[in-house]
């Protein structure tokens, strides 16, 4: 687990890259963070995917400038679905992509607390490698806790998601997950 610097059109990228300890090469996933940036939480999650087998790097798309100017940049981008927050997104996945011990199939996810689903497993890119959700944790979100896109079509529900006081009374979708940690 290590930090990095990922080459973009606008300059180095801020990251955190989590390896497995098993033989590669391996899948990759891209970890994106909410709005609270690169915290614990979310090298936590990149460590998790790590020990499941995945090169994962979680890029600090607040790093270049103030939080509410990058946060503002970010929500523009959302709304037009193209800026600099997708071409960061972008590099990061084409980085990881390019590395010796990729297969060169990468996907993202995302973990948010107090915002929308707490953990959204999704697809698309038409990578479709294989997904286990297994022994998520999602509290207090505004939205699902724990949610699998159906494009995610070798997505396996491993067991042991917990999802409690989220926005969606089912808590989960397209999940199984408990109620109580």
């Given at each position: 687990?290590?930090?990095?610097?990922i080459a973009t059109d606008r300059g180095d990228l801020p990251g955190y890259l989590a390896v497995?300890?098993?033989?590669?090469?391996?899948?990759?996933?891209?970890?994106?963070?909410?709005?609270?940036?690169?915290?614990?939480?979310?090298?936590?999650?990149?460590?998790?995917?790590?020990?499941?087998?995945?090169?994962?790097?979680?890029?600090?798309?607040?790093?270049?400038?103030?939080?509410?100017?990058?946060?503002?940049?970010?929500?523009?981008?959302?709304?037009?679905?193209?800026?600099?927050?997708?071409?960061?997104?972008?590099?990061?996945?084409?980085?990881?992509?390019?590395?010796?011990?990729?297969?060169?199939?990468?996907?993202?996810?995302?973990?948010?607390h107090n915002g929308g689903s707490g953990i959204y497993i999704f697809d698309d890119y038409g990578?479709?490698?294989?997904?286990?959700?297994?022994?998520?944790?999602?509290?207090?979100?505004?939205?699902?806790?724990?949610?699998?896109?159906?494009?995610?079509?070798?997505?396996?529900?491993?067991?042991?998601?917990?999802?409690?006081?989220?926005?969606?009374?089912?808590?989960?979708?397209?999940?199984?997950?408990?109620?109580?940690?």
């Open positions: 687990m290590a930090d990095v610097m497995p300890t098993t033989p590669g090469p391996w899948p990759g996933v891209v970890v994106l963070h909410d709005v609270l940036g690169m915290s614990k939480d979310l090298k936590a999650q990149a460590d998790w995917l790590a020990g499941a087998g995945y090169l994962a790097v979680a890029p600090d798309l607040l790093s270049w400038g103030s939080r509410v100017t990058c946060l503002r940049s970010i929500f523009r981008d959302l709304r037009a679905r193209r800026g600099r927050a997708f071409d960061d997104v972008e590099a990061t996945r084409a980085w990881l992509a390019g590395r010796d011990d990729s297969t060169g199939q990468v996907t993202y996810t995302h973990a948010s990578v479709f490698f294989p997904y286990l959700a297994q022994n998520h944790t999602a509290e207090h979100n505004g939205d699902w806790g724990i949610a699998m896109d159906v494009g995610v079509p070798q997505g396996t529900d491993g067991g042991g998601n917990v999802a409690f006081g989220n926005g969606q009374p089912a808590q989960c979708l397209n999940i199984v997950c408990a109620s109580t940690p």
